[in-house]
T-cell receptor, first 117, second 111 residues
Framework: GENVEQHPSTLSVQEGDSAVIKCTYS??????FPWYKQELGKRPQLIID?????GEKKDQRIAVTLNKTAKHFSLHITETQPEDSAVYFC????????????????FGTGTLLAVQP | SQTIHQWPATLVQPVGSPLSLECTVE??????LYWYRQAAGRGLQLLFY??????ISSEVPQNLSASRPQDRQFILSSKKLLLSDSGFYLC??????????FGQGTRLTVV
């Protein structure tokens, strides 16, 4: 099955700097890669996603890049702000077939991002 | 619009007691349903998933079980809780190849 590794586990940046979080996955059949943000005590919420037919996607200060050959994808946050502080999770679809239903979402171990004012 | 309800929000249970967490989804049909556990506020571990009524798959061996008695209802249970069952439990749903939507979570403390 799919295995997703995420680095770093913690990241501290100064307000205004950029932050980069990297993930690797093992299943070459994976084709959907979302990123979630989880604030303390709350549910994870989608911030951006990318599909395997696209190499890069951007939404304001957030961008995601995908390298299918190397099986890694990254989250880039520019001009970080204190409200960006949270735990960020990457995920990848598991390429196994569950009777024709949708694939699993296997999550990385999370990155605790702290933006220092 | 689709919504997901998960309850209770917090729960304190003694070791050896039973557990029942419930999750319901509104506004969608035949969703994939998932239970995740998050220990120490970090990684999301997939516990169970279901592709339909009565169909449950387990990702890891554990002291927990899951059931799906109705299309939009997913229940996480245990007959006897262990201290190691403490954590933040999240229910989620997904249709087609899209994002997963999470419930508000249940903070379980086993004492």
């Amino acid at each position: 099955g799919e295995n997703v590794e995420q680095h770093p586990s913690t990241l501290s940046v100064q307000e205004g700097d950029s932050a980069v979080i990297k993930c690797t996955y093992s299943d070459s059949a994976s084709n959907y890669f979302p990123w979630y943000k989880q604030e303390l005590g709350k549910r994870p919420q989608l911030i951006i996603d990318i599909r395997s037919n696209v190499g890069e996607k951007k939404d304001q200060r957030i961008a995601v890049t995908l390298n299918k050959t190397a099986k890694h994808f990254s989250l880039h946050i520019t001009e970080t702000q204190p409200e960006d502080s949270a735990v960020y999770f990457c995920a990848a679809t598991d390429g196994r077939n569950y009777g024709g239903a949708t694939n699993q979402l296997i999550f990385g171990t999370g990155t605790l991002l702290a933006v220092q004012p | 619009s689709q919504t997901i309800h998960q309850w209770p929000a917090t729960l304190v249970q003694p070791v050896g007691s039973p557990l029942s967490l419930e999750c319901t989804v509104e506004g969608t049909s035949n969703p994939n349903l998932y239970w995740y556990r998050q220990a120490a506020g970090r990684g999301l571990q997939l516990l169970f998933y279901s592709v339909g009524i009565g169909q449950i798959s387990s990702e890891v061996p554990q002291n927990l079980s899951a059931s799906r008695p109705q299309d939009r209802q997913f229940i996480l249970s245990s007959k006897k809780l262990l201290l190691s069952d403490s954590g933040f439990y999240l229910c989620a749903w997904r249709v087609a190849k899209t994002e997963a939507f999470f419930g508000q979570g249940t903070r379980l403390t086993v004492v």
